[in-house]
C-alpha cells in the first residue's frame, strides 16, 4: 500500500488529456484491485496507527474522481462512429426464454437442489 502512495501520489492534482485520463484510471483500478483484495478489512482499532490502508484508499479515491471525467470522455469517443453512438443492443433471446433462470422449468430443477 505504501507503493501505491508513492507511486501515484506524483499524479494528484495533474490534468491528463482524455486518453491518457482512461489509461491511467484502468492502471489505477487494476493496481487498487490488487491491494484491496489483500486488504485484511480488519475493524481500526485493531489497525497500528501506521497503516496504509487508509492514506491508499483516499488517494485511490480522489484519483479516480479526477480522471473520470476525461476517462469517460475517451471512452465516448472511441465507442461513436460517423454515424453517431453505437445502436442499442435489442434484448438477448435468452432473457425471454422461460427456460432461463429465474423462471421456468429449469429454476425449479436448481431450487430442488439447493434445498
Request: net charge positive.
Amino acid at each position: 500500500m505504501r507503493r501505491f502512495t508513492a507511486g501515484f501520489a506524483p499524479i494528484a492534482g495533474a490534468t491528463f488529456e482524455p486518453a491518457a485520463a482512461l489509461g491511467l484510471r484502468l492502471i489505477l483500478v487494476l493496481v487498487f484491485r490488487d491491494i484491496a483484495l489483500r486488504d485484511p478489512l480488519l475493524p481500526a482499532a485493531l489497525l497500528p496507527g501506521d497503516w496504509p490502508g487508509r492514506e491508499a484508499r483516499r488517494l485511490f479515491a480522489q484519483l479516480y474522481r479526477t480522471l473520470s471525467s476525461g476517462a469517460e470522455a475517451a471512452a465516448d469517443a472511441a465507442s461513436s462512429t460517423p454515424a453517431g453512438p453505437p445502436a442499442t443492443a435489442a434484448p438477448c433471446a435468452a432473457a425471454s426464454d422461460a427456460r432461463h433462470w429465474p423462471h421456468g422449468p429449469l429454476s425449479a430443477r436448481y431450487r430442488e437442489a439447493a434445498a
